[in-house]
T-cell receptor, first 115, second 112 residues
């Protein structure tokens, strides 16, 4: 079964500081990977998804970026954090096949507070 | 585009009460439908799913039926427990596409 690791679990950062959140996946190869953000009152928002190494698609324009340097590693970054970047960040994998049973598996999440 | 609409929360119920959390969707074709649950301090977990019209997903006493005619996937449980307190997300995705569209979530509080 798949296991998704995220770190750090909690992060408090000042406005304008850089950000790097890491996600690694075990138990699968060539997964589709996703970054979601959950902000208070706004539900879940898909930020980025990746179908392979070096392939990143952005769903929402913002000051965040994502990279996938290895097959099972997905990194979320920012050069300068904004207050509005506060939220709960979830990494997820998808089944990555053409069948109907699309199920996503989520990591434990990183709680980010920008002050 | 596709979207999911859930009832606004928070929903507060007494233990052993009957639960319904409404979910309706707008989508082309025949998406798969999901309910995810997020317990306090944890990430998301898949609760149940249905992949075609009239399918019923069930897990941990929760049920939801895929209603194509009303484009709905309401979550129900006959007798809730305090441990069911969590945020519940309705979601959809299309065959061959892993991207999932979530509703905004409904926070559920169960009082002892």
């Amino acid at each position: 079964s798949q296991t998704i690791h995220q770190w750090p679990a909690t992060l408090v950062q000042p406005v304008g500081s850089p950000l790097s959140l890491e996600c690694t996946v075990e138990g699968t190869s060539n997964p589709n990977l996703y970054w979601y953000r959950q902000a208070a009152g706004r539900g879940l928002q898909l930020l980025f998804y990746s179908v392979g190494i070096g392939q990143i698609s952005s769903e929402v324009p913002q000051n965040l970026s994502a990279s996938r340097p290895q097959d099972r590693q997905f990194i979320l970054s920012s050069k300068k954090l904004l207050l509005s970047d506060s939220g709960f960040y979830l990494c997820a994998t998808g089944t990555g096949n053409a069948r109907r049973q699309e199920t996503q598996y989520f990591g434990p999440g990183t709680r980010l507070l920008v002050l | 585009g596709d979207s999911v609409t859930q009832m606004e929360g928070p929903v507060t119920l007494s233990e052993e009460a009957f639960l319904t959390i409404n979910c309706t969707y707008t989508a082309t074709g025949y998406p798969s439908l999901f309910w995810y649950v997020q317990y306090p301090g944890e990430g998301l977990q898949l609760l149940l799913k249905a992949t075609k019209a009239d399918d019923k997903g069930s897990n941990k006493g929760f049920e939801a039926t895929y209603r194509k005619e009303t484009t709905s996937f309401h979550l129900e449980k006959g007798s809730v427990q305090v441990s069911d307190s969590a945020v519940y997300f309705c979601a959809l995705s299309h065959s061959g596409d892993d991207k999932i569209i979530f509703g905004k979530g409904t926070r559920l509080h169960i009082l002892p």
